[in-house]
């Protein structure tokens, strides 16, 4: 389980799938607001000239040097929910990203975002 005071240091580290296939390059982490604890990554995937980030649970990612390993595979990992390099995650968008791994999304009892980024 990647910690909350690492998050910063993994940034621009490769993403592997559990074959350790490289899926793409860490670009953030988003923690879960109810817990202040790692649940989702966003990873730069595509080709150089049309990049996004994907959505990726961190739940069981394993760190390694240089890299992380999430424990989903390669093409799952590349068809899950996505925003461009230089857009937000608009709150509306959050539960498809749960849905989409089969994860229960859990917002604030007023309506708070589950996920923010670090």
């Known amino acids: 389980m990647i910690q909350a005071a690492d998050i910063r240091e993994w940034r621009n580290h490769d993403v592997v799938d559990s ?11 988003y923690v879960d607001t109810a817990t202040d604890e790692p649940a989702m990554a966003t990873v730069r995937a595509g080709l150089p000239t049309r990049q996004r980030l994907v959505f990726v649970p961190v739940d069981e990612a394993v760190l390694g040097p240089g890299y992380l390993k999430v424990s989903f595979a390669k093409n799952q990992v590349r068809k899950a929910p996505s925003i461009g390099t230089d857009d937000i995650l608009p709150a509306e968008q959050e539960e498809s990203i749960f849905q989409y791994y089969g994860m229960t999304y ?12 670090r």
Do not use: D, W
């Not at 917002?107 to 589950?114: F, L, Y």
């Open 106 to 117: 859990k917002p604030g009892a007023a309506g708070e975002r589950q996920l923010a980024r």
């Open 19 to 29: 074959k350790g296939h490289k899926i793409g390059v860490l670009e953030a982490v």
